[in-house]
């Protein structure tokens, strides 16, 4: 996968991310995580986009540890969403499966930057 698929990729999963955030339950609860949800849902991708035109491979590893971040913060509201039965399991599962393989990506693209740098110490 090159960096514009992947990028593609996490722009797919904000537009996720925003209908998921539009069909929570307007309670107390569903607020709370729709707000939290939203941005960080829709961080990663301009993150990544960042990280692409870095300055220097420290600039690159510094913006997809935030990108990383955010991803796995996503993950965290969405396994919240499934465990408050706020949508349907089945239709959060694909979401989180999304989440967590960009979780993988994304830390392992920073595992290979960060032995580059310690490769040419």
């Given at each position: 996968m090159?960096?514009?698929e992947l990028a593609d990729r996490m722009l797919d999963f904000a537009a996720r991310v925003g209908k998921v955030v539009d069909a929570l339950p307007d309670t107390?609860?569903?607020?709370?995580?729709?707000?939290?949800?939203v941005r960080c849902g829709t961080a990663a991708a301009p993150n990544y986009?960042?990280?692409?035109?870095a300055e220097s491979r420290a600039d690159f590893i510094h913006k997809l540890r935030i990108c990383l971040k955010?991803?796995?913060e996503s993950r965290s509201w969405i396994r919240l969403i499934i465990k408050a039965e706020l949508l349907g399991t089945k239709k959060m599962?694909?979401?989180?499966?999304?989440s967590t393989q960009l979780c993988n990506i994304v830390g392992k693209s920073i595992v290979t930057a960060a032995s580059k740098v310690t490769k040419k110490r």
């Open positions: 090159n960096s514009d107390r609860l569903g607020r709370h995580i729709a707000g939290q949800l986009e960042e990280g692409c035109a955010e991803l796995r599962a694909a979401l989180l499966d999304e």
